[in-house]
């Protein structure tokens, strides 16, 4: 069970990133994470958004290049250790993590959540699930 | 007290030049009819034979020779003489598709090196210098060009070649080089180099400097100068006429003589080949009078110039062409390298990237810098940062193969790269030369 995150690319340079952003405000589209890969000339701008079908479009309309990735997004309990021990199976299951990264959701305050992107998302899911990791679908990050 | 290496040809009165142009364009115009027949070819299309050309003044009626011709006459197609009495090859870099391969028989060498002993000479040498040669040597002509006239000099020659700076001013330093022959660039690194090292101008013997393969300003003159203790030369040639040596500076450092003996020059307007007056500017062509192996006849240099006759206070009556002031093409020289961009757009095609891109150039510490911005496109995006780091490196490694110099790459964003006339701007050329 996986998540649909949008990856824009970006020049790194004064202003890029708020034109980008200035896009999604106008088109009162709400960004529920969201992370920056930067390298000295561009920048991947990653976000996880309320409404994946009207983002990309209206991104695209913009001119922006970008492309859609499967990621997990994975609840945990806010207290020391809860982030490592999801960490610990899925290094268990022998799996490498492209990237993550993590965002604080509205309604439960003691729960934090994070963005995993892996090579093999069923494989993560199954494994996670099977330690009783709370996985959220696209349902319920878009309403979240 | 001004100096020649031939002092009766450099000096030669005005009459006696023309007579020795008239009657050598005459000889090598016949020698390249009965030897050359793609030169035979392209004179019969003009409906021009050897008998029409009687001395300079007929030179207009002869068809003009680019770089495509010598290309498509690749590799012993303009060879006018039998293999066996050429001696050595030398090549452009060959950036531009096929090398254009030059052949020299010994009587091509002497002259050659003739010219660059002349070359030498303006610059202040005799036989009790130590020249230090850091042209390459190889294929281009810069390194074995000015090796030959340093010889004919009598100049201690060190043939150390290009590259291995620390190498470099260690030679300089103990062996006391008095003149250093390379390009403008790469003396202005050595200075720099020096500097970093502590090492002050006064502890060098260095007097004179040869400079040339690529543009350099009189800034760029005097930064060297001022920061090697030295006089600052410049030297201009091209392969497909010999090599470094075609015209060269004199004390004056007021435009370059053109050793008229051996080329003709005609400067052309580049759109209707039509031959300009003197004092115009327009497209610079030669003709080489006495080569043997590899005779040209009228060739587009591309390089926008002027010529002069103005009497020279050096006291040699040749013809002076002033700097180059650009190009008829889009053709750039980074780094002593030609570069079109063309070639770059054809390694980002090759890649799968857009043909939106635009050519930066600029000159950073008297070095020559090339960024290449390309704008990103939905194919080569990927949300890996890593594997478009890697397809970057893929393309610096492509530029890199055809261009044989090592470039930026800039991923912009699409659309970024300004149209004007809904047509991209492909080169800006920072460089103040």
């Given at each position: 069970m996986s998540i649909k995150q949008i990856s824009v690319f970006v020049e790194n340079k004064p202003g890029a990133m708020s034109a980008m952003t200035a896009v999604l405000a106008e088109n009162n589209i709400n960004m529920r994470a969201l992370s920056l890969a930067e390298t000295s000339d561009f920048g991947i701008v990653r976000i996880i958004v309320d409404d994946i079908y009207k983002a990309t479009t209206v991104l695209k309309d913009a001119g922006y290049i970008h492309s859609v990735t499967d990621v997990i997004a994975v609840g945990l309990p806010n207290i020391p250790g809860g982030l490592n021990k999801v960490l610990n199976i899925i290094e268990g299951a022998g799996l490498n993590i492209e990237y993550m990264y993590a965002f604080l959701g509205k309604k439960e305050k003691n729960h934090a959540y994070m963005i995993f992107r892996v090579q093999d998302d069923a494989l993560a899911t199954a494994t996670l699930k099977a330690e009783g990791i709370r996985i959220l679908d696209q349902e319920a990050v878009e309403h979240f | 007290m001004e100096r020649y290496y031939q002092q009766n040809i450099e000096t030669a009165s005005r009459e006696q030049i023309k007579a020795w142009q008239d009657e050598r364009l005459v000889k090598q115009v016949k020698h390249v009819w009965e030897n050359v027949p793609y030169y035979r070819q392209k004179m019969e299309e003009k409906g021009v034979a050897p008998d029409d050309i009687k001395g300079t003044e007929d030179l207009y009626k002869l068809p003009f020779v680019t770089k495509d011709d010598l290309r498509e006459g690749y590799p012993y197609g303009l060879l006018a003489k039998p293999l066996k009495e050429c001696v050595r090859i030398h090549s452009t870099s060959g950036t531009t598709g096929k090398r254009v391969m030059a052949f020299y028989t010994q009587h091509d060498i002497d002259l050659w090196d003739d010219c660059c002993a002349r070359a030498l000479v303006a610059a202040g040498a005799t036989n009790e210098d130590v020249c230090h040669v850091a042209y390459g040597y190889g294929l281009f002509t810069g390194g074995m060009g000015l090796h030959g006239g340093s010889h004919k000099v009598g100049c201690l020659t060190l043939p150390v070649s290009s590259g291995n700076t620390e190498r470099q001013i260690m030679f300089i330093q103990d062996l006391q080089s008095t003149i250093l022959c390379c390009t403008p660039s790469y003396a202005a690194y050595l200075a720099e180099s020096m500097k970093e090292a502590g090492?002050?101008?006064?502890q060098l013997s260095l007097k004179a400097g040869i400079f040339g393969a690529e543009a350099w300003s009189e800034e760029m003159r005097r930064d060297i100068e001022n920061s090697l203790g030295i006089k600052a030369y410049d030297i201009y040639g091209l392969t497909e006429l010999?090599?470094?040596?075609?015209a060269f500076e004199c004390s004056a450092q007021s435009g370059m003589h053109i050793n008229e003996d051996h080329f003709i020059a005609e400067i052309i307007d580049p759109d209707t080949g039509e031959v300009l007056p003197e004092g115009s500017k327009g497209e610079l062509v030669f003709t080489s009078i006495t080569k043997e192996a590899f005779p040209i006849l009228r060739y587009r240099t591309k390089d926008i110039c002027m010529l002069t006759r103005e009497k020279c206070p050096c006291g040699r009556t040749f013809i002076k062409m002033c700097k180059p002031m650009g190009r008829s093409d889009d053709m750039l020289i980074i780094r002593g390298v030609n570069v079109f961009p063309s070639q770059i757009e054809t390694v980002l095609i090759n890649q799968g990237y857009s043909a939106n891109y635009q050519i930066i150039v600029d000159r950073v510490k008297n070095t020559d810098t090339l960024d290449v911005q390309v704008e990103m496109t939905p194919e080569m995006f990927t949300d890996n940062v890593g594997e478009i780091n890697r397809r970057q490196k893929e393309l610096v490694e492509g530029l890199r193969s055809m261009l044989g110099l090592s470039a930026k790459v800039t991923l912009v964003a699409p659309k970024s790269i300004v149209r004007s006339e809904g047509k991209a701007v492909r080169v800006i050329d920072k460089r103040k030369i």
């Amino acid at each position: 069970m996986s998540i649909k995150q949008i990856s824009v690319f970006v020049e790194n340079k004064p202003g890029a990133m708020s034109a980008m952003t200035a896009v999604l405000a106008e088109n009162n589209i709400n960004m529920r994470a969201l992370s920056l890969a930067e390298t000295s000339d561009f920048g991947i701008v990653r976000i996880i958004v309320d409404d994946i079908y009207k983002a990309t479009t209206v991104l695209k309309d913009a001119g922006y290049i970008h492309s859609v990735t499967d990621v997990i997004a994975v609840g945990l309990p806010n207290i020391p250790g809860g982030l490592n021990k999801v960490l610990n199976i899925i290094e268990g299951a022998g799996l490498n993590i492209e990237y993550m990264y993590a965002f604080l959701g509205k309604k439960e305050k003691n729960h934090a959540y994070m963005i995993f992107r892996v090579q093999d998302d069923a494989l993560a899911t199954a494994t996670l699930k099977a330690e009783g990791i709370r996985i959220l679908d696209q349902e319920a990050v878009e309403h979240f | 007290m001004e100096r020649y290496y031939q002092q009766n040809i450099e000096t030669a009165s005005r009459e006696q030049i023309k007579a020795w142009q008239d009657e050598r364009l005459v000889k090598q115009v016949k020698h390249v009819w009965e030897n050359v027949p793609y030169y035979r070819q392209k004179m019969e299309e003009k409906g021009v034979a050897p008998d029409d050309i009687k001395g300079t003044e007929d030179l207009y009626k002869l068809p003009f020779v680019t770089k495509d011709d010598l290309r498509e006459g690749y590799p012993y197609g303009l060879l006018a003489k039998p293999l066996k009495e050429c001696v050595r090859i030398h090549s452009t870099s060959g950036t531009t598709g096929k090398r254009v391969m030059a052949f020299y028989t010994q009587h091509d060498i002497d002259l050659w090196d003739d010219c660059c002993a002349r070359a030498l000479v303006a610059a202040g040498a005799t036989n009790e210098d130590v020249c230090h040669v850091a042209y390459g040597y190889g294929l281009f002509t810069g390194g074995m060009g000015l090796h030959g006239g340093s010889h004919k000099v009598g100049c201690l020659t060190l043939p150390v070649s290009s590259g291995n700076t620390e190498r470099q001013i260690m030679f300089i330093q103990d062996l006391q080089s008095t003149i250093l022959c390379c390009t403008p660039s790469y003396a202005a690194y050595l200075a720099e180099s020096m500097k970093e090292a502590g090492i002050t101008k006064e502890q060098l013997s260095l007097k004179a400097g040869i400079f040339g393969a690529e543009a350099w300003s009189e800034e760029m003159r005097r930064d060297i100068e001022n920061s090697l203790g030295i006089k600052a030369y410049d030297i201009y040639g091209l392969t497909e006429l010999s090599g470094p040596g075609v015209a060269f500076e004199c004390s004056a450092q007021s435009g370059m003589h053109i050793n008229e003996d051996h080329f003709i020059a005609e400067i052309i307007d580049p759109d209707t080949g039509e031959v300009l007056p003197e004092g115009s500017k327009g497209e610079l062509v030669f003709t080489s009078i006495t080569k043997e192996a590899f005779p040209i006849l009228r060739y587009r240099t591309k390089d926008i110039c002027m010529l002069t006759r103005e009497k020279c206070p050096c006291g040699r009556t040749f013809i002076k062409m002033c700097k180059p002031m650009g190009r008829s093409d889009d053709m750039l020289i980074i780094r002593g390298v030609n570069v079109f961009p063309s070639q770059i757009e054809t390694v980002l095609i090759n890649q799968g990237y857009s043909a939106n891109y635009q050519i930066i150039v600029d000159r950073v510490k008297n070095t020559d810098t090339l960024d290449v911005q390309v704008e990103m496109t939905p194919e080569m995006f990927t949300d890996n940062v890593g594997e478009i780091n890697r397809r970057q490196k893929e393309l610096v490694e492509g530029l890199r193969s055809m261009l044989g110099l090592s470039a930026k790459v800039t991923l912009v964003a699409p659309k970024s790269i300004v149209r004007s006339e809904g047509k991209a701007v492909r080169v800006i050329d920072k460089r103040k030369i």
